[in-house]
């Protein structure tokens, strides 16, 4: 079954960071752009990030910028995001999921072109 799968969630103070990572399985992520995303209860599902196929471009959110930084290591098959400086309004499950029609990223486009959803991963952030 292709899919990917996030990890890194947990319970962090204002302030503080995490690491969220999303690993492939049944599949090689370095053809896929890929983004974050974040639902929060009783919200809608919110984009937080993306990066190209290649590494070479990324794009945040507004709420985001300057805080998280999404990478990519393709010979691990693997995607982070790191999040800095968290606040209690970060507090979400977040997702990752692979573009199936673009290989560059940007935050405009939609998530209907994005599949491979994973399960998520709560982070909570609260003192």
């Known amino acids: 079954q292709l899919q990917l799968v996030e990890s890194g969630g947990g319970l962090v103070q204002p302030g503080g960071s995490l690491t969220l990572s999303c690993a492939a399985s049944?599949?090689?992520?370095?053809?896929?752009?890929i983004g974050w995303f974040r639902q929060a209860p009783g919200k809608e599902r919110e984009g937080v990030s993306c990066?190209?196929?290649?590494?070479?471009?990324?794009d945040y959110a507004d709420s985001v910028k300057g805080r998280f930084t999404t990478s990519r290591d393709n010979a691990k098959n693997t995607v982070y995001l790191q999040m800095h400086s968290l606040k209690p309004e970060d507090t979400a499950v977040y997702y990752c999921?692979?573009?199936?029609?673009?290989?560059?990223?940007?935050?405009?486009?939609?998530?209907?072109?994005?599949?491979?959803w994973g399960q998520g991963t709560q982070v909570t952030v609260s003192s």
């Open positions: 990066i190209s196929s290649s590494g070479g471009s990324t």
């Open positions: 999921a692979a573009n199936t029609i673009q290989a560059m990223c940007h935050m405009s486009y939609p998530q209907h072109e994005y599949d491979y």
């Open positions: 049944g599949f090689f992520l370095d053809v896929y752009a």
